[in-house]
Structure formats: structure tokens, C-alpha cells
């Protein structure tokens, strides 16, 4: 009987460690995709942030770059592939910096991010 109870126990433990490595995963997909993760609530930060102050094509790039760091992390719903579309085109014109900037802000608002 005491060599059981020694086994299940183990396996509750191992089941239990397993369990706390997957959980503190910054990366996990959230229960609701529609709602602003960390990474996410880092790229729409960052990018509020700094943009009034990236005017030069240089500046954007770097901004550009740190949003994306973030928001290529995200599992929320457009903020990645807003960010994307965003880098795509950084060295563009103004229109498209300015497009994109835009649909990225839409996006996170539409996610729960507050300005």
C-alpha cells in the first residue's frame, strides 16, 4: 500500500512542478486575444510615447524598432501584424508612416489600451 501512495504522490508532484513552468510564461496566449497583453500594453506604451518626437526617417526606424520589439511578442488580436505593417514601410513617405501609426493606435484602443 505505502509504495502507491509514494507513487502518486510523485506523480502529483511532477504534475504540479510541470504545471508552475508553463504558467509564468510572459508569452502565453491570454484567455481573450481581444484584450491587451504586457507585450502588447509595452509596443502601444512605446509608441504613444515616442511618437511626437520621431519626425526624421531615422527616428522612426528606432521607434519603429523598439514597438516591434514588443508587439512581436503579443498574442493580441492585430497589434503583431499592425507593427509589421508598420516597419514595412518605415522609410516611406510621410503618408505611410502616418497610416500605419494610425491603424497601430486603432489597435490597440480596440484592445482595451487607454492613451
Known sequence: MR???VAATSAAAA???LSACS???DDAKPADPTRLDA???HACDDLAHGLASAKTTSDQQALYK???KSAQ???TNGIASES???GDGVAGDASYWQIHTYALTQA???AGWEP
Open 39 to 41: 507585450p502588447a500594453q
Open 3 to 5: 509504495p502507491r501512495l
Open 73 to 75: 511578442k503579443s498574442h
Open 108 to 110: 490597440c484602443i480596440q
Open 84 to 86: 509589421k505593417s508598420l
Open 23 to 25: 504558467s509564468g510564461d
Open 15 to 17: 504534475l504540479l512542478a
Open 66 to 68: 523598439k514597438v516591434d
